[in-house]
């Protein structure tokens, strides 16, 4: 490593007693000149042998300052620990003293990447949104990068979306349409406007897939802000806000919208002449109901013919509370342009979502100062995240047992002994981080730790940032701390996550991590094999379509090309996974 170097000031005298390089010899030779005896100049030899010897001392010393930091022409000079693989390593980071905002501002070493390799833009202002450019100060380089084709069509996307944007003169020419209900003739700007539905997790993941479905229909993607959206999420596109304006004219109906709504497409193909054919919808906007319990007509969205249908339809409405990403790979007209943009298709949601999702700065500062006081000092950080679906006040014994035997039989933690204690003490920490509406398990987990010591002399640390009880879908804050949770589960090096959990779904995929995920139990008992490796870091579609557009007969989705599988904790689920990965039928 490289460390800065300090010489010691010359003219002082406490650094330097000799400060013009002369005095010792100059006397010594004034001396000889002199006739001093022998003996006088062996004397003052050792005198100078002495002098020479605490000087080397203490420019040694100067020159090797604390790691704590120094200060040098007004920059502080600090070491941040950044996490590669599973070692450690110290970069030296230099920069400006700024404000409490801007406290953990990138090194000028991580500034290379700060862009994770082309997908974000540059140009935004950094102090309005901390996170986009200093995430990737916590993470681990991402072995998932963005192909070519993806970032260019990014960057032509953020053009449409300045183009058409709110307020632009494209949008107000549009929204026309909606106002006079009167289907024009096509205009430049054609719009996906994404309805906030549901918990945090799941908008997270139908907010990644409306994007995915806006950027492959040339759709300009409006977000409803809904309650706390805006709280919560820094704004993606340079300049154009993605929020729906607060004026737009359908906006009171969202909260109404269903299968039954006029402009709902399940319903208008029922009682329309245009069903099955390859005539465009001639009306100012459709309703999407891709919620789950959408009927099979609701379903034909994902058709190749309908999808012709609706490509001239200005304004599409969408409420949806699935990640439906692996069933756009079925749609055939979608299949080339889909395999240019993911060549590696267990990424789709990982490089997504490291390019929408950016924790606003209240919420970056949840995670920031949790993982500093808490995280950031282990070797290992461990990522449990607990979701229990049975009624009834936890925590349950059954949980508990399959999250310790779990994590035992993948060696994920040392066991404990119960015996004797563990003389010779592991250097080696590790920080497990908990999520879970219950305080009960990392209690539980906590107190077995604290008590007994591991068989490895091991120290392990558990921490919980929050436990809320029961899930409060609409309280802004309650929301806000489950952002961060998710976000500080993406930061660890192992993550073991429950079933059927979109919680855990986001915190995986962003992490870019395969976790361990615990199957759901059955009766109350504790399943043998508790936990299984994921094939894919991809989260899984709950409420996928079983249909052949083509035959127009129910067929299995999961087996129809290799990389759309059915997921590990819902059999009837779909997943992405990659050609190379271990398939599960």
């Known amino acids: 490593m490289k460390r800065l170097r300090r010489n010691p000031d010359e003219s002082d005298p406490e650094t330097n007693p000799d400060?013009?390089?002369e005095g010792s010899f100059s006397k010594d030779q004034h001396e000889r000149k002199c006739g001093l005896s022998s003996m006088k100049m062996m004397g003052f030899f050792v005198v100078a042998l002495m002098v020479v010897s605490v000087v080397f001392s203490v420019s040694i010393v100067l020159q090797d300052p604390p790691s704590d930091g120094v200060l040098e022409s007004g920059k502080n000079v600090r070491f941040l620990d950044v996490m590669e693989s599973s070692k450690e390593e110290q970069v030296l980071e230099v920069q400006p003293q700024k404000g409490p905002v801007d406290d953990d501002a990138p090194s000028v070493e991580v500034r290379k990447d700060k862009l994770l390799g082309g997908l974000l833009a540059?140009?935004?202002?950094?102090?309005?949104?901390v996170s986009r450019y200093q995430s990737v100060l916590y993470r681990k380089e991402s072995q998932h990068k963005p192909s070519p084709y993806l970032i260019s069509?990014?960057?032509?996307?953020?053009?449409?979306?300045?183009r058409c944007g709110p307020y632009t003169e494209s949008y107000n020419k549009t929204l026309e349409k909606l106002k006079t209900r009167h289907h024009l003739e096509s205009t430049d700007c054609n719009y996906l406007v994404w309805i906030s539905f549901s918990g945090?997790?799941?908008?997270i993941l139908t907010l990644a897939s409306a994007f995915l479905y806006a950027l492959l229909t040339n759709r300009v993607l409006l977000v409803d802000p809904g309650t706390d959206m805006v709280d919560h999420f820094c704004e993606p596109f340079?300049?154009?806000?993605?929020?729906?304006?607060?004026?737009f004219p359908l906006k009171n109906q969202f909260g109404s919208f269903d299968q039954k709504s006029p402009h709902c497409y399940g319903r208008m193909l029922k009682n329309s002449s245009f069903a099955n054919s390859s005539k465009s919808i001639l009306a100012p906007f459709v309703y999407l109901h891709l919620v789950h319990d959408y009927d099979d007509q609701d379903k034909l969205f994902f058709c190749d013919e309908d999808q012709t249908s609706l490509r001239e339809v200005p304004w599409l409405i969408m409420k949806t509370d699935n990640y439906f990403v692996p069933s756009l790979f079925l749609?055939?007209?979608?299949?080339?342009?889909?395999?240019?943009?993911?060549?590696?298709?267990?990424?789709?949601?990982h490089l997504l979502g490291r390019y929408i999702f950016h924790p606003t700065n209240p919420v970056w500062g949840l995670i920031t100062r949790y993982y500093q006081a808490y995280l950031a000092k282990a070797d290992e950080r461990i990522g449990i995240q607990i979701r229990v679906f049975d009624t009834g006040t936890g925590p349950f014994q059954h949980v508990l047992d399959q999250i310790i035997a779990c994590t035992l039989k993948e060696n994920l933690l040392p066991d404990i002994s119960m015996e004797k204690p563990i003389i010779n003490q592991s250097q080696k920490s590790k920080a497990v981080l908990v999520t879970s509406l219950s305080g009960g398990y990392f209690e539980r987990l906590r107190d077995m730790y604290w008590e007994h010591p591991t068989v490895t002399g091991e120290v392990i640390g558990f921490y919980q940032p929050s436990h809320e009880e029961y899930q409060q879908t609409e309280k802004q804050f309650h929301n806000r701390k489950a952002w961060a949770e998710m976000y500080l589960l993406s930061l660890t090096d192992v993550l073991i996550t429950s079933s059927w959990s979109t919680f855990g779904y986001v915190a995986q995929s962003l992490g870019g991590l395969k976790p361990w995920i615990l199957y759901k139990p059955e009766n109350r008992t504790a399943p043998d094999p508790p936990c299984g490796r994921v094939m894919s870091m991809e989260p899984c579609f709950h409420a996928p379509p079983f249909y052949d557009c083509k035959a127009k007969r129910g067929i299995d989705t999961g087996a129809v090309v290799p990389h759309v599988r059915h997921c590990e904790d819902m059999s009837w689920g779909l997943k992405l996974v990659d050609n190379g990965s271990e398939l599960k039928a």
């Open 331 to 349: 749609i055939p007209t979608f299949e080339q342009e889909l395999s240019n943009l993911f060549p590696r298709k267990e990424a789709v949601f």
């Open 153 to 162: 069509r990014l960057r032509s996307y953020e053009a449409l979306h300045k």
């Open 122 to 129: 540059a140009g935004f202002d950094e102090t309005s949104c």
């Open 200 to 203: 945090l997790g799941n908008r």
């Open 238 to 247: 340079p300049e154009v806000s993605w929020f729906l304006p607060l004026d």
């Open 19 to 21: 400060p013009d390089g």
